[in-house]
């Protein structure tokens, strides 16, 4: 969060010098003490305008569009300044010339800045489940366990298709399935902790450490995807990444099975409560991407149907958490 913040000020600050240098010298008539180049300034303000209204508000709010834009205006910069040094050798000014540099070094920082944060983002991932893998089932065993029988029922009619569990955790939901005669199984998860967890009973389970947002698998490789409390607990950009994943993964009339929260009339206080603390539990940034999936209205603003059909939606742990099955579109 700390480079997002300095990012986000350097692009303000940057921007905001860009505008008020831009309109006094563009629309003031303001003279600078050297000579400046008539579309420099007119340049430099509708860039100015971009960084103070458009690239800070997209790194304040972490957007995935914050570092294409800011890519763009350093490669903007970078041109502009190639062809001064070019086409207006001996005429541009040495201060001009210093003000580009300057814009270009603060970019390269906000750029730097930002992939510092995207890294550290998806270290914290890794790293979210090493204490609590190994008690990560036991723990959870008295609320999970239905749900986990509830999807093998889901899946009843599937025993012979092949099923990629996204973000499988310690591999609990397969290890039961392949008790149970499904025979290709396929597990991915980005935490080593998780998967050596999964990798424990020697169940013939494919086990696979990638990243579920950017798989190596080719389109259509499987007739199942599971995501199971994979979606609440990340950003919006990764839950979308991750459900579009899924679809890509999936064959033609291929079936995704999600396995997360609902709150709505149908869901009990109790289970609002219940849940809330889980979650809370699990604090920090887990639970406020949870508080926005909720916010979200979950899985109806995620899910959309062009690309899915809904097929079945049964409900588990006090109507707070549904098992819905979609189907490619
Ligand atoms: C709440 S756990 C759910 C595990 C399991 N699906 C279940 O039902 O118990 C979320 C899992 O998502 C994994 N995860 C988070 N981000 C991921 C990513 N980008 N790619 C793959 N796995 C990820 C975590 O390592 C963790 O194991």
């Known amino acids: 969060m700390k480079h997002t913040k300095i990012a986000t000020i350097l692009s303000l600050v940057i921007g905001a010098m860009a505008v008020f240098i831009g309109v006094r010298v563009a629309f003031l008539g303001q003279k600078m003490p050297y000579y400046v180049i008539g579309w420099l300034p007119v340049y430099n303000l509708v860039l100015g305008l971009m960084a103070v209204f458009l690239s800070t508000i997209l790194i304040w709010k972490n957007s995935r569009f914050a570092l294409p834009i800011s890519i763009a205006t350093l490669i903007s910069h970078s041109a502009v300044t190639l062809f001064l040094l070019i086409s207006y050798s001996g005429i541009v000014s040495i201060f001009s010339l210093i003000a580009m540099a300057i814009r270009i070094v603060t970019w390269v920082i906000i750029i730097k800045l930002l992939n510092v944060q995207k890294e550290s983002q998806e270290q914290k991932m890794k790293e979210e489940y090493i ?9 959870l065993y008295l609320a999970i366990n239905p749900i986990r029988l509830a999807v093998m029922d889901e899946l009843s009619q599937h025993k012979d298709s092949v099923i990629l569990d996204l973000c499988c955790g310690t591999g609990n939901q397969l290890k039961l399935l392949s008790k149970n ?12 902790a998780m998967l050596n967890v999964a990798r424990k009973g020697g169940h013939p389970i494919e086990i696979y ?6 798989t190596s698998f080719d389109d259509a490789s499987f007739d199942i995807v599971m995501l199971s409390f994979a979606i609440h607990e990340k950003n919006r950009e990764t839950q979308e990444k991750l459900v579009k994943e899924a679809h890509r993964l999936i064959k033609e009339k291929g079936v995704v099975l999600i396995v997360d929260y609902t709150f709505d009339e149908k869901t009990t206080k109790l289970g609002k409560m219940g849940i809330d603390l889980i979650e809370r539990i699990a604090g920090g940034e887990h639970y406020r991407n949870f508080k926005g999936y909720i916010a979200n209205d979950g899985l109806n603003s995620l899910i959309k149907t062009d690309k899915f059909k809904l097929i079945r939606d049964s409900r588990r742990t006090f109507n707070g958490v549904s098992i819905s099955t979609y189907q490619k579109r």
Not at 131 to 139: H, T, V
């Open 181 to 192: 005669g499904f025979k290709h199984l396929h597990c991915l998860d980005l935490s080593e």
């Open 209 to 214: 450490t990638e990243d579920a947002t950017k």
């Open 131 to 139: 204490s609590s893998a190994k008690i990560y089932d036991p723990m």
